[in-house]
């Protein structure tokens, strides 16, 4: 079945620098990729997703890149400010009838 | 404020008890999504419900059980507690069923089991 590898299970960064998240996919049938992302004490929420016809979405400081050749996708955060702290996740499905896989988390940590 | 309500917030129990976590969906939704947190660990899957069937499931024990009610509320049964359960249960809803929902994730109840 579909397995999700995230790395880097941690990631801390200074405050203004970017940070990239990276995740690995083993189904080349997957054509949905989300990232969630976690505050603490909450629920994760969709901060942004992709599918497998397009290469790269952006939406603000937060951009996701897709590489279907080598089955790995990232989250790129640019500008990084003490409430992009929190813990990341990325998931891959291959869409209607299929489950959401996900992967391990990252906690993010913005050092001030 | 995604609009999935949890219930109860906080549960302290003893091992070998038995407790009962409901969810609330999203006004619309027909898919309810429970998942386990341990600490530090990643989202556990549990069991998907889709308009009152079962329609996934992942890791669950037997020792838990669920259903999805006809107004669509769930419910998420654990008996036979043990101290590995103790973690934080998140009840996510999304419109259907495919993967490529976005699910709208509740609050979480945290389980403490002592």
């Known amino acids: 079945g579909e397995n999700v590898e995230q790395h880097p299970s941690t990631l801390s960064v200074q405050e203004g620098d970017s940070a990239v998240i990276k995740c690995t996919y083993s189904d080349s049938a997957s054509n949905y990729f989300p990232w969630y992302k976690q505050e603490l004490g909450k629920g994760p929420q969709l901060i942004i997703d992709i599918r497998s016809n397009v290469g790269e979405k952006k939406d603000q400081r937060i951009a996701v890149t897709l590489n279907k050749t080598a089955k790995h996708f990232s989250l790129h955060i640019t500008e990084t400010q003490p409430e992009d702290s929190a813990v990341y996740f990325c998931?891959?499905?291959?869409?209607?009838?299929?489950?959401?896989?996900w992967g391990a988390g990252t906690k993010l940590i913005i050092k001030p | 404020d995604s609009g999935v309500t949890q219930t109860p917030k906080h549960l302290i129990t003893a091992t070998g008890q038995r407790v009962t976590l409901r969810c609330s969906p999203r006004s619309g939704d027909l898919s309810v999504y429970w998942y386990q947190q341990s600490l530090d660990q990643g989202l556990q899957f549990l069991i998907q419900?889709?308009?009152?069937?079962?329609?996934a499931k992942g890791n669950i024990l037997e020792r838990f059980s669920a259903q999805q009610f006809p107004d669509l509320h769930s419910e998420l049964n654990l008996s036979s507690l043990e101290l590995g359960d103790s973690a934080l249960y998140f009840c996510?809803?999304?419109?259907?069923?495919?993967?490529?929902?976005?699910?709208?994730f509740g609050p979480g109840t945290r389980l403490t089991v002592l």
């Open positions: 419900y889709y308009n009152g069937e079962e329609r």
């Open positions: 998931a891959a499905s291959k869409g209607s009838n299929y489950q959401l896989i």
């Open positions: 996510a809803s999304s419109l259907g069923t495919s993967g490529a929902n976005e699910q709208f």
